[in-house]
């Protein structure tokens, strides 16, 4: 058994030495040869052939002396390199695997990019398809108002002329029969004239005739007749050519940039130069009479001007605004009186506590490289934003304890609880917000809550029952509603809405609020019930919407219908529940019983240009205050005997023409 595995071994071991001598390139024959010109290569004879690698190369055999030159090469000269190259491979793999890497994350990133952006793309449509048909649906709301409008004043109109046929006729015959018949027969004065037609039908016509002229004067008719052209009969068209042309440029939304690892600096460079264009762009650049380059704030316009290590600033009092290659700020740290500081995209600059200017009370931040710590911004800052791309955690104790208003727009990380600290009573949350607003991040120190076209729904609790004013702002588009739940809490006392594109329901404004003001653009109708009763005031201004009998409830006190102000107020529409009316220069005229008899105290001001016609003002008056008025009165505008009337220092005519009765109290304001 020994003996048979030894020869095994001694078998493996002639296996292995034959095939050590043969040729790499052809196994089927020995190497016996060694070529000259190329580095002593063992060869075997057909790789000296006419059709070897090796064919009239400088052959020798091999022997001793070239044995030892081959191997010295082979140590100090081939085997190095080989070394090199396994560890060149070896550091090219995991190159290659780093970049893979990054390209499959990329893949990635890619992906959810385009679900996003697509996503975006549904969205737009869904709003713009819920728009439009918002659209129609408002449209015709308007056109069926103006049909119950035109119904209503028809009806009350013929039933104001409900004595206007046959039988009314026989009696107005009959009457002038017996008239005419007592006239030839009697001699009666005047009160023996009414006297004896008492209990008669003449006594009800005289009446009837009264009634009939004063329909008569009244335009309604006139009225209707112009509502007519009021009607909007929409048809709704697609432009196909403007489709085909977004369908085209669909396919150029996007484009596959070659990202390659050797060019990463590259692409740093150009995404440095791109952000440096993109500041210019966004705030545009300019430069005044003595070539201090400034840039505007948006909104208000004021300037502020660039600064930067290397250069000097107008004066030490100015807003400056920190920009990428600002430099250090050491120059400016120890100066209180720079107020207003604007820190823009890029701004790199370390912002440890104490660097930023001690006076700083107004505080712009941008989408900035240096991490803020706790103390970066100065405690004497009480205006604070949060611009578009600011893209840094904002943890408990960064924004300090003395800031009141505070501006958040498109931030980048979700905001915590402790985020906002209890110091801010004013919190403005801007268009393009899209970070979660969970109960308990808006503090319960904040009083005054103003919402844009947010970006992400609203929970029951998001708004805090401590908010006392609460603004919707245009384009808010949050349902205000989880089933029967307001996410209006109870609390809220004063609301304001403007263009905003949530639907308002009955039940959507929650029986706390006392006083709305329903401001430029809003357009939705509003219906019996959406304003609760527990509202008592009231301000409309330049609203899209005719209103409604009902729309106002009778808890409304105080109404407010200002300059620009341009819908109908027919009667009814003020509700009788209605004692202070202020007319601020609206643009439609009023009728008769438009203001109920309620109202006791009445102001026509800011530029009023309709005529008052005899019976507009009730006799239910009580105070009358005049300003400004573009049209004339004539007698029986204001009642005579109105106990009070106060004339505004622009008030610009003469009451004498309305002759009034000596009792009634005339105050000129100064």
Known sequence: ???????????????????????????????????????????????????????????EPISISNILSMMNNFKDDVYPK??????????????????????????????????????????????????????????????????????????????????????????LNNSIKNIQQNYN??????????????????????????????????????????????????????????????????????????????????????????????????????????????IKKFGSGEKYYLYSENSELPKDDVKIALGEEC???LKLKSNKNFWHVILLDGFKESLEPGVLPLGIEYLDIYDIKTPLVIGSIPSRVGWLSFHDGFNQSIEAGIIPSRAKYLYLHDIKKPLKIGSIPNSVNHLHVCDGFSQSLEPGIIPSSVRYLNLRDIKHSLEIGSIPKTVSY???????????????ISLIPEGIQELSLNNIKSELKIG????????????????QLLSPG?????????YFYNIKSPLVVGSIPKSVTNLHFNDVFD????????????????????????????????????????????????????????QLTLGEMNTPLIEGSIPKHIPKIILQYNFNQSLDICKLDESVEIIKEI
């Open 567 to 622: 819908q109908l107020i027919t009667p009814g529409i003020i509700s009788d529940g209605a004692k202070f009316l202020y007319l601020n220069g609206t643009k439609q005229s009023l009728e008769i019983n438009s203001i109920p008899n309620s109202v006791t105290y009445l102001s026509i001001y800011g530029g009023f240009k309709h005529q008052l016609t005899p019976g507009i003002i009730p006799n239910s008056i009580k």
């Open 82 to 171: 080989l070394l090199e190259r396994i560890g060149d491979n070896k550091q090219t793999l995991k190159d290659s695997n780093e970049i893979f890497n990054e390209i499959q994350l990329q893949n990635d990133e890619n992906k959810k990019l385009l679900k996003d952006e697509f996503k975006k793309l549904h969205h737009i449509l869904s709003i713009l398809e819920l728009d439009i048909e918002k659209q129609l649906e408002t449209i015709f709301q308007e056109n069926t108002l103006i049909n119950a409008t035109i119904t209503s004043s028809i009806n009350i109109d013929n039933n104001s002329n409900k004595y206007n046929n046959n039988p009314m006729i026989d009696k």
């Open 530 to 538: 959406i304003i609760p009763e527990s509202v008592k005031y009231l």
């Open 470 to 484: 609460l603004c919707l702002q245009n384009g808010f588009n949050q349902p205000l509603s989880i089933g029967t």
């Open 508 to 523: 959507s404004i929650p029986n706390s609020v006392e006083s709305i003001t329903f401001n430029d653009g809003f357009k």
């Open 1 to 59: 058994m020994i003996s048979l595995t030894n020869n095994n071994n001694n078998n493996n071991n002639n296996n292995n030495n034959n095939n050590n001598k043969k040729c790499s390139i052809h196994p089927s024959k020995n190497v016996e040869l060694l070529c000259l010109d190329c580095k002593l290569i063992p060869c075997c004879i057909l790789c000296a052939s006419s059709n070897g690698s090796h064919h009239r190369h400088g052959l």
């Open 327 to 329: 430099g250090s700020l």
């Open 185 to 294: 027969d009697y001699d009666y004065g005047d009160e023996d004239i009414i006297g004896y037609h008492k209990g008669t039908d003449t006594i009800e016509l005289i009446k009837q005739y009264q009634q009939s002229l004063l329909l008569l004067k009244n335009n309604i008719n006139i009225n209707n007749q112009n509502k007519l052209k009021e009607y909007n009969n929409q048809i709704i068209k697609f432009n196909n050519q403007i489709i085909d042309e977004i369908k085209n440029n669909l396919e150029s939304i996007y484009e596959l940039i070659n990202n390659n690892y050797n060019n990463n600096n590259n692409n740093y460079n150009n995404n440095y130069n791109k952000n440096n264009n993109e500041l210019n762009e966004k705030f545009k650049i300019e430069t005044d009479e003595n070539n201090y380059k400034f």
